[in-house]
């Protein structure tokens, strides 16, 4: 084993019948996927090693993700191509390994440096457009768009960085960024609902996770 | 041939917990084209993904069926209360996970029925999927409903809403069945004529080709075919030799009950245990040698990527070539981060030798022993006798060897019980708790756990009636007012919770409408809570006007026609007769691969009994 392990960052896309899979059950698809490519994985010390990995945010249920991220390391210098062979053999059809990169050990964690996340949400095709256009008009006007999680109250306006909606036939398009960090997330689901749409009519698409540059 | 819409189905998803149970997608998966397969099975575990899935049964027809090029096997589950409120609302037939066609296109349906409890689930099954529930309501454009598992042995309770069950071990005989099917249905046999044709085929029971006749009094008369062409004793299907263990098993995409990689290393028990329908049911003895074992745990680890490894039978300390198979475990896999349990261990310092080897391979948690009955007596009634000294020896080795927690577990209602044997349970609960703080101190934990005994089919204790609640809650009230302040921790199932399992695995065929009704009344998911469906399957008895204490409650003459009598499981009635008898007479029988008890397997399957030394059957 050496003191500098090696840092792979994952890019994937999470599709199909996998986006009905949780957080917490990725995570373990994805030591059993890894376990799989017979790579020499780093393991955390102690009495009951795991798997050292480290996912970038958790995607919602039901959510495509066409660019997540994840780290992982290896114990001994292995080529990415090989790597990336390994894994594309042992990842399961509807988890699909994008890009790979070998990244400085002292940068900081996916979970960390996370700011923000893209989406695209496509809307039902029943939809009045007029009105909507309307809707969407007069949230982006308003000074606050509180919204209830659980106990507190959360401004869903701060959390919003940028929104534009895309007539189109049959199915319009709304392209919103979000705050993602630990303290501060949105949530598009959120949104849809102030919109009056149900998210289960919509198809909600992750696009892209923005870090901060350090 | 068309899917649900599966549009539709995503939407729903998001209103349902844990929606991964519902739409496949996990790796080893297998995936065909629909259309260009000639025969499309279901095999459907009638529980939730989570408890259905890592079913071994499951997975190794699975496996079998679909290296067939020209059959696809797919899979479905019972769906939680959500997903059915959904289904129900929405019109959307019951699916496949794979290719999500509803159940009923496909040619055949496959029900695993592993226990009891299952029954209203495999009706809820066939009416979630628009299949009709009774075998005579269905026609030639209706699958074929097979079934087939452990509670299959009394298949009688399930006979009016299953096609043919496929009696013993289904590895080859469900290929048999799909092929005969296959030429039956092309020789344009109608239904009748193709159940016919399936009844031939040895270990196939077709429950509607035989009719029973009832005496006054409830007992049966007689179960005869009703042509001379259907076998009248219908004997269970053996392999010779196991087959090759399945390695490429689906690996589930949220998280379900045994999480792991299951490995049979053994079937069958050669101690004869009386209470224990999987000793008789699951004879001969059949083991897997260490190198094919070696080898399974590393074709599945690098298939399935799994953390943990079981390796499964009925009494894993009896397999001939056990500690080798410890060491060199141990000597293959300790590098590779993995954990391996070893359940259903003797009580013999032995089993704990064998736990050491695996050193830091097994997982936590505690030591699990099973002597089901605390006095001599009792245990020579039961045929597991148990010498106290070797179970405090083991006990003590147990807690020299790390453990802080031992787990025992007892059984109460059994035939000749007295209360003086449920002190003796109190009694040695107390003797291991006080070993263990002398070696260990305080921090030991001894755990009772005690369930209360059905007389089983095909068991030499099939005969006796269940013990009445009353009985069972004065046994119990004892064992909660004398484990009380002495730090030994109980758990128990209530006495009611048992007789749902009583009656459904000691019925007759008349308790079919009983099922139906019940399921009618909204029973499902019967194994779940503390029984709460037990008035409405009172009510069912009631209104199908069966008296349920006659199926629970009776004890059962000997020369009685037992409603699973002409189940053959190759040991025959006499055998069990003269071993009653020996039960009762506090007489046990040797493990019986030091010593023949001619219990019938050898006569009824003997033939099957490989030459070469290299396959292992218990007889001697």
């Avoid at chain 2, 071994?56 to 059959?71: E, K, S, T, V």
């Avoid at chain 2, 409903?145 to 080859?172: K, L, S, T, W």
């Avoid at chain 2, 003895?285 to 039978?313: F, H, K, N, P």
Wanted: charged residues 25%; aromatic residues 8%; hydrophobic residues 40%.
């Amino acid at each position: 084993m050496t003191d500098q392990p090696l840092r792979i960052r994952m890019t994937y896309a999470k599709l199909g019948n996998l986006r009905f899979v949780g957080h917490l059950d990725l995570q373990r698809l994805f030591e059993r996927a890894l376990r799989r490519t017979n790579l020499p994985l780093r393991y955390t010390q102690g009495f009951n090693p795991h798997l050292r990995i480290n996912l970038a945010s958790a995607l919602p249920l039901g959510f495509i993700g066409e660019a997540e991220q994840m780290d992982f390391w290896l114990d001994q210098e292995v080529s990415l191509d090989e790597v990336s062979n390994r894994l594309r053999a042992s990842l399961p059809v509807e988890l699909v390994l994008q890009e790979l990169q070998v990244i400085d050990n002292q940068q900081p964690s996916l979970q960390g440096s996370l700011l923000s996340s893209e989406y695209e949400i496509l809307l039902p095709a029943d939809l009045d457009i007029q009105t909507l256009q309307e809707k969407v008009d007069k949230l982006l006007a308003l000074d606050a768009l509180p919204v209830q999680r659980r106990k507190k109250t959360v401004d869903l306006k701060n959390l919003i960085l940028q929104m534009e909606f895309f007539k189109s036939e049959p199915q319009s398009l709304l392209k919103v960024a979000m705050k993602s960090t630990p303290e501060e997330n949105g949530r598009p689901d959120e949104l849809l609902e102030l919109l009056g749409l149900d998210p289960a009519d919509c198809q909600v698409t992750r696009t892209k996770l923005n870090f901060s540059e350090e | 041939m068309q899917t649900i819409d599966t549009k539709q189905l995503e939407k729903i998803l998001y209103h349902v917990e844990k929606p991964g149970r519902y739409v496949g997608g996990e790796h080893n998966q297998i995936l065909k084209d629909w259309d260009a397969i000639r025969t499309h099975v279901c095999l459907v575990f009638p529980d939730i993904y989570d408890i259905g899935q890592p079913n071994l049964g499951l997975a190794i027809l699975y496996d079998i069926l679909n290296r067939q090029p020209d059959i696809m096997a797919e899979r479905a589950f019972t769906p939680w209360h959500d997903l059915e409120a959904q289904l129900r609302e929405h019109q959307i037939p019951l699916f496949s996970l794979e290719t999500k066609h509803p159940l009923a296109q496909f040619d055949i349906i496959g029900l695993s029925l592993p226990y009891e409890s299952l029954y209203t689930n495999a009706l809820n099954v066939l009416d979630l999927a628009g299949i009709p529930l009774l075998a005579s309501e269905r026609t030639n454009n209706d699958p074929l409903i097979i079934a087939g598992g452990q509670a299959c042995f009394n298949p009688e309770p399930m006979a009016d809403f299953i096609d043919a069950f496929v009696v013993g071990e289904g590895e080859e005989v469900t290929l048999e069945l799909i092929r005969a099917f296959e030429e039956l249905k092309q020789s344009g046999s109608d239904r009748k004529g193709l159940l016919q044709g399936l009844s031939r085929i040895p270990g196939v029971y077709v429950p509607s080709l035989y009719s029973v006749h009832y005496a006054q009094d409830g007992t049966i008369i007689s179960i005869l075919p009703s042509d001379p062409s259907v076998p009248a004793i219908v004997t269970k299907r053996i392999v010779s030799k196991l087959p090759p263990h399945p390695t490429r098993l689906v690996v589930p995409n949220v998280e379900t009950v045994h999480d792991r990689l299951s490995i049979e290393i053994m079937r069958g028990c050669t101690r004869g245990c009386r209470f224990c329908h999987a000793g008789v049911v699951n004879r001969p003895v059949r083991e897997r040698t260490v190198e094919e074992i070696l080898q399974v745990i590393e074709d599945g680890l690098a298939a399935t990527g799994y953390e943990d490894v079981g390796l499964l039978s009925l009494s894993s300390s009896d397999h001939t070539q056990i500690l080798e198979l410890t060491r060199l475990v141990y000597e293959k896999f300790h590098d590779r981060k993995v954990f391996v349990s070893l359940p259903s261990l003797r009580i013999a310092s032995f089993s704990v030798e064998l736990m050491d080897e695996l050193r830091d391979l097994r997982p936590g948690g505690g030591f699990t022993l099973a002597p089901e009955a605390a006095s001599p007596r009792l245990q020579a009634i039961i045929n597991k006798p148990l010498d106290n000294e070797v179970f405090e020896e083991t006990v003590r080795t147990v807690f020299e060897h790390g453990w802080l927690t031992l787990k025992l577990y007892y059984m109460i209602g059994l035939p000749g019980e007295t209360m003086e044997d449920v002190q003796a349970i109190l009694d040695a609960g107390k003797r291991v708790l006080a070993i263990g703080r002398q070696l260990r101190g305080n921090r030991v934990k001894v755990h009772l756990s005690v369930g209360n005994f059905i007389p089983k089919p095909h068991t030499p204790f099939q005969w006796y009636p269940l013990n009445s609640t009353d009985e069972l809650q004065t046994k119990l009230d004892m064992l909660k007012e004398g484990t009380r302040r002495t730090g030994l921790k109980l758990s128990y199932n209530i006495p009611d919770s048992t007789l749902l399992e009583a009656w459904l695995s000691r019925g007759d065929r008349r308790l079919g409408q009983v099922i139906l009704r019940a399921w009618q009344l909204g029973a499902k998911f019967d194994a779940w809570g503390e029984n709460e469906n037990q008035p409405i399957w009172r009510q069912a008895f009631a209104e199908i006007g069966l008296d349920p204490d006659f199926y629970a409650y009776r004890e059962r003459a000997l020369d009685e026609t037992l409603p699973w009598d002409h189940i053959h499981t190759g040991v025959t009635k006499v055998f069990l007769l003269r071993d009653l008898e020996w039960s009762k007479q506090g007489k046990t029988r040797k493990d019986c691969r030091e010593q023949c008890f001619a219990c019938g397997i050898l006569d009824s399957f003997g033939k099957l009994r490989p030459v070469s030394p290299l396959v292992y059957w218990g007889c001697p």
